[in-house]
């Protein structure tokens, strides 16, 4: 069998199979559609940042907040601002909610007063 790339598909003479693209396993946790976008995106994301990239950021944030603790978030976040994806706000109590918002736990260990001593360190 003869095959031609085209694009990123490999077209078969002969045969009318297709390769289909490959998408990366973040792809799929990207929402595409208007319906799946329901959701509020957060809040801080840098305004020049794209769409896609916007909701990337959205969801690993959301991932992080329902898995780590405190210093690890902030740790992310941090890295992120650093990174020019986000704009942090400077009182704390505004990004707490905003992570709780988004899924993080309010327990002992997740507690405001916790968060802000991690926060601006």
Known sequence: ????????????????HAE??????????IPHSEEERNEERFHFVHPEIEDEEAWRIH??????????????????????????KVLLPSVSAVMYNELVRLGMPTGNSYSEKHFTNSYMK
């Open 20 to 29: 289909k693209d490959e998408k990366t396993p973040h792809d799929e946790d």
């Open 59 to 84: 969801q690993a944030i959301k991932r992080l907040v329902a898995y780590q603790k405190i210093p690890e978030i902030c740790a992310y976040l941090k890295e992120l601002k650093q990174k020019g």
């Open 1 to 16: 069998m003869i095959g031609q790339v085209i694009g990123s598909q490999t077209n078969y003479i002969g045969d009318n």
